[in-house]
């Protein structure tokens, strides 16, 4: 079991699979020490097998907080992606850069605090020195599947050897 993962277990954290890609792309991509996670959302496996939005719609249409929750799924499931990527979590050396695309009703202005659902988790998982990252919030009027936030990520990871 990597550090990462027992962190995860102190945490009550059990890592899902990867969400399934629902177009023709990778989970991510990894080139030399960095690795590019694609776009996800926070969905979660239901009882069917099947990938389903626990959260559905538009900031300011529903809560804050859930929002943020939906944010803090998102990472997790970034985390399963980067296991697919990487292979071994201890070769995740840092979160470099966030970019969230928050669904949001016109005039709705805490996309920062939605982010922070995703932001929080990773300190929280990593520490302030791995975990705090550079990002952008962004303000969008739809997402798949009524998704309320969608991030894409990049990573540093310790090189693989050969």
Known sequence: MSK?????????????????PVANYLCGV????????????GTKVGEDGED????????????????????????INHLSMIKH?????DRLV?????????????????APQIL??????????LGEEKGTHARAA???????IDAPIEIEMTVQVTPREG
Do not use: C, H
């Open 138 to 144: 962004l303000y969008q009027d739809q997402l798949t």
């Open 85 to 89: 990527v990487i292979g071994d979590l």
């Open 94 to 110: 840092r979160v470099v850069k966030m970019i969230g695309y928050i669904n949001a009703k016109p005039g709705f202005k805490d």
């Open 52 to 75: 389903y939005n626990p959260y559905p719609g538009q900031a300011g249409e529903i809560s804050v907080e859930d929002a943020y929750q939906s944010a803090r799924l998102t990472a």
């Open 4 to 20: 990462i993962e027992a962190r995860l277990a102190e945490m009550g954290i059990e890592l899902p699979r990867p969400p399934k």
């Open 30 to 41: 990894e080139v030399g020490d960095i690795a590019y996670i694609s776009g996800t959302v």
């Open 116 to 125: 922070n659902g995703a932001s929080d988790f990773w300190v929280e998982l």
